[in-house]
């Protein structure tokens, strides 16, 4: 090398995974686990050229002993790879029909109203102006995620929005598609038929089994919860098809003790994912939030159980995905981006999803519009009938925002050894510490993040075949075949 | 660790780190990776050294975990900058040339 030494070091992080081991990742997040002795030499430059793990830090353009503008050009384009989430702008279009809701849900995080109350429904001109600023996107994909309240409440305005968005696709030509985001309590068989006609997938909550989802998620008029929920499951899946409802679960105090009654639950109702999901900081569990709410660090404990009870399951010939640990293990383990708003890097706030309320606002996120309901429009960005689209998506609000979320440039987070598979979300970080700048050594979310990510990492050192694909076929979406010894986990 | 460990009295550990040792850099970034369970302050003691103290937030927290795992913050804060020294500019250019080719990289790596 010109500079005299052996080999030219490339851009990488490290963190000790244990005593003995160190974990190493470079800038597109291709790791290693070195022992502290080859790590020694590594950084002083001492490791013999053919060892096994110089050669494999040479594969993963840790280092170089030969060219570096290759290796530079390498992992730009594994870099570019990895951002490709930016290049197409908002394709994640939430929008709210009504506020209204008749759940009583313990964590409510939206201030939902009453079945009853009147001045909470989209109407028709706003809901018009919605679908125009949609389309005005340049994403040649757009996703309508109906939110709530309890989108069934409104359902006249849903078809509505539908209709006005296959008309408008016939000259835009764009990847249209839809989902609702409802507790089915409210489900008919009318229209369930109508989601099916226009393909509108179902995102439901499931908080467990019997007592734990109606103490979770009661409804208002005192009816049992959980009962019409799985009945209009099933309703549901006989109208539209088996894999035409997912469903979503958050965990509270309560539910803390009963992870894998939960994930039985799920496997019991044939989900093949389960996400498993901490509170929110906003609207019920923030004023709750001594009643339902925990520690973080408990959180990452009972999730790392309950992955590992999850794998246990797919041992065993279960196959049911734990969701964000996909969504990390096809970070760490492949060269592709991943969409997943609240962790991206910039955050995904306002330029990968957006968020229509019933009145027309549009804020960079859900969790943006849920503050706005706790009194706080820190993330509005304007009104679908007062402004154009340069004027809410080119704002410099977005900008600022989106600036100050590159994690790359974050104290604590610029030296992190998981910063390739993290990100940053502005809004949560506003919420937890009162600025969009994540402080990661007070952010919970960062606490979280590093709990499960060095968890997934301490499973993958372990090098065990089961696990191992067990994680690919989560990743692949396709049940292992060609599981070996399952009784030893 | 005793080398600069100078005091653990009163639930408040002290440190005098030499500049001969560590960076400054290294140091504040050390120090910082604490502010969740420790109040932090640092303090130029001399040209040569700098104190960095932790208060407890809660008395659950333990100093001598702390002392421990400052220690070895500290190493691994210097070991990223020597080496991050060493590979110069090639992070920037990495991300520069994935989203705006460069023309000669070769002419453009400063390391």
Request: net charge neutral; aromatic share 10%.
């Amino acid at each position: 090398m010109s500079n005299g030494k052996p080999y030219q070091l490339l851009p990488f992080r490290f963190m000790r995974l244990n005593d003995n081991k160190r974990l190493v990742v470079n800038e597109v997040g291709e790791y290693t686990f070195l022992s502290e002795d080859n790590f020694a030499k590594l950084v002083n430059h001492t490791l013999e050229s053919q060892s096994v793990a110089f050669l494999d830090l040479k594969a993963k353009h840790i280092l170089t002993d030969t060219s570096i503008t290759s290796a530079i050009d390498m992992l730009a384009i594994k870099y570019r790879t990895k951002k490709a989430f930016l290049y197409n702008f908002t394709s994640l279009h939430m929008v709210v029909p009504t506020l209204r809701c008749n759940s009583n849900c313990i964590y409510c995080q939206v201030s939902k109203k009453n079945p009853e109350a009147v001045g909470f429904d989209m109407d028709k001109k706003t809901a018009k102006n919605t679908v125009k600023m949609i389309f005005a996107s340049p994403s040649p994909a757009i996703k309508i995620e109906f939110q709530g309240g309890e989108p069934l409440l409104n359902f006249s305005l849903v078809k509505y929005i539908v209709k006005e968005a296959e008309k408008l696709n016939k000259i835009h030509k764009k990847e249209l598609s839809f989902v609702i985001c409802t507790n089915l309590t409210l489900a008919t068989p009318a229209i369930l038929k109508f989601l099916k006609r226009h393909n509108i997938s179902i995102s439901t909550s499931l908080d467990g089994p019997y007592e734990l989802h109606n103490r979770n998620r009661p409804l208002q008029n005192n009816e049992v919860s959980y009962t019409k929920v799985i009945s209009n499951i099933k309703l549901a899946r006989d109208i539209l098809g088996l894999g035409s409802v997912s469903a979503l679960m958050t965990t509270t105090r309560y539910t803390l003790a009963h992870m894998k009654e939960i994930v039985d639950e799920y496997v019991r109702m044939g989900f093949q994912y389960i996400f498993i999901r901490s509170l929110n900081p906003y609207g019920g569990a923030k004023q709750e939030s001594s009643a339902i709410n925990y520690a973080i660090d408990e959180f990452v404990e009972k999730y790392k159980e309950t992955l590992d009870y999850i794998i246990g399951l797919n041992l065993k010939g279960i196959y049911i995905i734990e969701s964000f640990s996909a969504l990390l293990l096809q970070r760490m383990l492949t060269p592709f981006a991943t969409g997943f708003v609240d962790l991206q890097s910039p955050a995904g706030t306002g330029i990968e999803g957006a968020v229509y309320d019933y009145n027309g606002n549009v804020y960079v996120s859900d969790e943006g519009r849920m503050l706005a309901a706790m009194g706080d429009q820190q993330f509005l960005l304007g009104n679908v009938n007062a402004n154009s689209h340069k004027e809410i998506f080119a704002s410099s609000k977005l900008k600022e925002l989106i600036t100050n979320s590159c994690i790359e440039c974050l104290p604590i987070c610029c030296h992190c050894v998981f910063q390739p598979y993290c990100g940053s979300d502005p809004v949560r970080n506003y919420a937890e510490h009162g600025d969009i700048i994540c402080h990661a050594g007070l952010s919970n979310t960062c606490k979280k993040c590093k709990g499960i990510l060095r968890h997934l990492f301490e499973l993958l050192e372990r090098n065990d075949k089961n696990i191992n694909k067990i994680f690919w076929s989560w990743i692949n979406k396709m049940p292992s075949k060609e599981l070996i010894n399952c009784e030893a986990y | 660790m005793n080398g600069i460990l100078k005091r653990l009295q009163n639930g408040i550990l002290i440190f005098e780190v030499p500049l001969e040792l560590y960076q400054k850099e290294a140091i504040l970034f050390a120090a910082h990776t604490f502010i969740d369970r420790c109040y932090v302050d640092i303090d130029p003691s001399s040209e040569k050294c700098i104190n960095v103290s932790f208060r407890q937030k809660n008395k659950d927290i333990q100093l001598d975990n702390i002392a421990l795992e400052f220690c070895n913050e500290l190493l691994d804060q210097q070991i990223r900058l020597n080496v991050e020294k060493s590979y110069g500019n090639i992070r920037d250019l990495i991300v520069k040339q994935a989203f705006q080719p460069i023309e000669d990289i070769q002419s453009e790596v400063k390391i």
